[in-house]
C-alpha cells in the first residue's frame, strides 16, 4: 500500500522519522548511562525505560506544550521526549548544578517547570493525585489544557490509584491516565498481584474511555494519544490509556531478575518498537540507510556533547544544601 | 474598626470568607465542607455564598483531595484543604510528606507549592484513639513544611491571610476543644505575624511554653501560680515549624525556669525537641531541669475520667511549676 513520493507519505513519514528519532535518542541515552553506572560516574536508583520507548515518543507527540505531564521514577524517556534538554537531564544524572533538578533529584526525580514537566515522582502511585490538581486547576480557569499522568501497573494496585480515577471522573477533569503496563511491579508479575488484569477494562468503571494500546508501536501510541486528547479537549473528563508495553532491562540497576526467564525477555524482544518502525518504514520505502546512519551520528553528537558538558557542570555549593526547603522570596 | 462578639469557629469562617472574596484563586474542598457545612461547622454557609466550584465536597480520599490541592498549587491556584481530623490526614501523609514538602527541594526551587492545609487536632471530647490525637509534632519534623497552629481569636481570623500569601505548604492545626471559644475580635481584622511565637502573659520566675489547646490550661494554671506568689510567662508557639526558638531563649534566660506544656505524647515529642534546645542553648542560665507535662502514652481512651487523667491538666501544670521552681 505504500505511495512513495506523495504529500501524504512525505507527512506520514516525517511523523515515523520523528518518532524513531526519539526512540533511537532515549535508547542510545540509557545505554550511555549503563556505561556510565558502572564507571560510577552516574549512582543512586535508576530505572532503565529500554523497551518502552514508543510510549514516550508516541505520547508526547499527541501534546502540545501547554499540556502538563506528571511522570514516575522511570522517566528519563519522558523527560527526553517532552523536550527537557538532554544536557540538562544528563548533568543531573551527574548531580551537577547544572541539572534540571539542580543535582537535588536525580534519575528519578527530573523537573522542567518551564515545559510543565512536574517529574519524576519516586513513590508508586504518588503522581496521580498531583495531575488531578493540575487538571483543576486549569479547569478552575478555563484554560483548555490536558494533564497527562504517567504511571506504571503497579501503581494500580495503590488506593491512590482507585481516589483519583474517581475524582478525575467525578469532576469531569482533563486527566490522560497513561499506565504503562510492563507486566511486572518490580519483580511482581501483574497476575500476581491484581485479581484483574485487563487495566483498561477497570478504568472504564470509572466512567471514562479507556484504551488498551500496543505500546510496543511507537504510532499506535501517538495515534491513541491524539485520539484521548481530542476527546478530552472536546468534552471535560479524563480519559485512561493502558499502554501494553514490556522493559527489556532490570527494574533497576540493582535487580538480579530472578523473577522472570530469559526467554520471556526474548520473546518480547521480537516487538522491539525501534525495530519494528524501522523495519515498517524500510518496507515503505521511509527509510533509507543513509538516513539511519545520519540519525545515529546525530545521536552520538548530542550524547557527546551532554556527557561531556555534564562532566564539566558545577557542583553545587555545599553552603547552599539548605536551600530551596521554603521558598526564596526576593 | 468596631469588636464584634464571636468564636473561634466564626473567627476562621470569616478568615475563609474573606480569603473566597479578595482572591478568585483561593477555593476550600474537603470533605463536607459544602452542604454539610463542615464536619465543625467552619464553613457552614459558605456553599451558598461562593458555590459548589469554590466550596468542593470531596469523596472521602484524603491522598487524592490533598494531592490534587498540591496540584492546583503548582497551577497557580491558592487552595485550601480541609481535613476532619488529624488522625485521617495521616491516609494523606504521602502526599503532605513525599510530595507537599519535598518538591521545592527535589525540583532545584523550580517547584513552589502555596498550599494550606486545615484540620482539627487534639482530644477532649470523649472520641477515643482514632480522633483525638495531637500529631502535628510529627508534622513538625518535617522540613518543607511551615506549622501553625492558632490558639487565640485573633490567631484564628488572622493567621489565614499569611498562611495563603505563604508560597509554602502550611498546615493549619485547629484544636477541637476551642472552636467554641468565645470573645471579642477586632474588625476589620489584622493579619497575624505567622513567624514568632507570642508571649500571652508576662512573669519573673517561671516560662511556660505552650501552643494551641494547651494555652487555655496553661493560661489558668499561670493565674493559680500568680495568686501563690510565682509569676510566669506563658509563650505561646504559634507556629511549630520554623519554630522561634529566640523567644524560647529569651523567656528562659530571664526567668531561669521552663515547664513546656504539650498535648502530643512525650516520647519524640515537640516538648523533647524545645527542651532539648533549651539544654543546649541556655544550660548555663536553668535554675532546674526542664519539666514537661504531656499527654500520657497511652492511645486516647473514650471514658471521660480516663482521658481527664491522659490528658495535660491545669493542676498538672501548676504541680510541675511549684516542683521547677522550688
Redesign the interface.
Known sequence: MSRRGSPATSAKAKHRTELLRQMLRIRRFEERCVELYSTAEIRGFMHLYIGEEAVAAGLMQALSPDDAVVSTYREHGHALARGVPMVSVMAEMFGRVTGCSRGRGGSMHLFDVSRRFYGGNAIVGGGLPIAVGLALADAMRGRPQVTACLFGDGAVAEGEFHECLNLAALWRLPVLFCCENNLYAMGTALARAQAETDLALRASSYGMPSWAVDGMDAEAVAAAGHRAVETMRGSPGPCFLELRTYRFRAHSMYDAERYRDKAEVEHWKQYDPIDRLTARMRDDGELTDETLTALGSEMDTELDGAVSEAQAGALEPVEDLTRFVYTEQP | MTAVHTTYRDAIREALREALRDDERV?LMGEDVGRYGGCFAVSLGLLEEFGP?RIRD??L?E???????????????R?IVEIMTVNFSLLAL??IL??AAT??????????VPLVIRMTTGAGRQLAAQHSHSLEGWYAHI??L?IITPATLPDARGMLRPALEC??PVLVFEHGSLYNAAGDLDEPADAVDIDNAALRRTGTDISLITYGGTLPTTLAAAEQLAAEGIEADVIDLRTLR?LDEASILDSVRRTHHAVVVDEGWRSGSLSAEIAARITEHAFYDLDAPVERVCTAEVPMPYAKHLEDAALPQTDDVVAAARRVVG
Do not use: K
Open positions: 477555593f466550584e470531596t469523596p480520599s491522598s487524592a483531595f490533598v494531592g490534587a490541592g498540591i496540584g492546583a498549587a503548582l497551577a497557580g491556584m487552595p504521602d502526599q513525599n510530595n518538591l521545592l527541594h527535589m525540583s532545584g526551587g523550580q517547584l513552589s522540613p518543607g511551615r508560597p509554602d520554623p
